[in-house]
């Protein structure tokens, strides 16, 4: 375990870039084997409007590295956070480590995303895509990617989380980006075995339905036991009835081109069908939500 934090405190950044593009290279040969849906698009174009969100996102995470290490390196000299309050092994420290930053840097900043109105305008473009696939993943305007890393900032500090436990934390996450957006078949009762503890590919795509209530459920990035906990978990019979992107936005020339895609959190806002910032509506599609 030593060796593995160590690696992580001192990450080459070729090891960071092999997850990111190795991993969309990867699932992007598989989702042409065994493909959920059969998209009708153009894929090269596509892929080429979410890299570009890629690479915005991986600028930005650049550019606000300092303050993410500078806090991490600051709670670790004193000591201070969660994970200092008992004495515990470092295989402990990691696991905890792990989850609680999944639980605030990511579960908490979804959920927020879909709560607050002004931040969901933001997050609203990575909903937009109706064609889910593993770019889809790293489709964040760079708004969000601000908000997504601030959140990580105070995961850190409330936490105690060290550097070596963040960078193996970044590393799980954009894996797991790619695993549960990637159109991908993978078995049913496997899908539903692992969503007991991990996100899983299936248990994502239903969080891509186009409407309510569906679009707020499922928020979770690694670990599927915060959406188990706080009643957030759904699940859908057949996941190819799902219809992907959201319903203020089905338009083509809306989410599909890189420049409306980016003023999109500048416009009126359009609440969609369903509970989000308006009346409740139902749906019809058929799902279990598990508390």
């Known amino acids: 375990m030593e060796t593995l934090i160590e690696f992580f405190e001192d990450v080459p950044t070729t090891f960071r870039a092999g997850i990111l593009i190795g991993g969309i290279f990867i699932f992007w040969v598989m989702e042409g084997v065994i493909p959920l849906f059969q ?10 409007i979410n890299l570009f969100f890629t690479a915005c996102t991986a600028i930005i995470g650049f550019g606000l590295a300092g303050v993410l290490y500078w806090v991490s390196s600051w709670v670790a000299e004193n000591n201070f956070g969660l994970l200092y309050l008992v004495e515990m092994p470092l295989w402990a ?6 989850l609680f930053l999944d639980l605030i840097g990511a579960y908490l900043a979804h959920w927020t995303e879909h709560k607050v109105k ?4 933001f997050h609203l473009v990575h909903h937009s895509d109706t064609t889910v696939d593993v770019t889809t993943g790293l489709r964040h305007h760079p708004g969000e990617t601000v908000i997504r890393i601030s959140y990580t900032i105070f995961a850190v500090f409330v936490i105690g989380a060290p550097i070596g436990i963040v ?3 970044q590393s799980l996450s954009v894996l797991f980006a790619h695993l549960t957006h990637a159109n991908i078949v993978m078995p049913v009762k496997i899908d539903r075995a692992l969503s007991w503890i991990f996100i899983t590919p299936l248990m994502h795509k239903v969080h891509h339905h186009y409407t309510q209530p569906l679009t707020d ?7 599927a036991i915060w959406d188990r906990l706080f009643g957030t978990f759904a699940q859908v019979d057949d996941t190819r009835e799902l219809t992907y992107g959201i319903d203020t936005h089905m338009d ?10 980016l003023k999109i959190p500048f416009q009126q806002y359009r609440p969609p069908s369903g509970s989000k910032f308006g009346e409740e509506e139902q749906e019809n599609i058929e799902w279990t939500n598990i508390e």
């Open 252 to 261: 083509p020339d809306e989410n599909d081109k890189l420049g409306n895609l």
């Open 93 to 98: 420290k990691v696991i905890l480590g792990v």
């Open 118 to 121: 002004w931040m969901w305008k």
């Open 167 to 169: 960078m193996l934390y």
């Open 39 to 48: 998209f009708q698009y153009k894929k090269v174009r596509h892929a080429g």
């Open 217 to 223: 459920t499922n928020y979770g990035n690694i670990f």
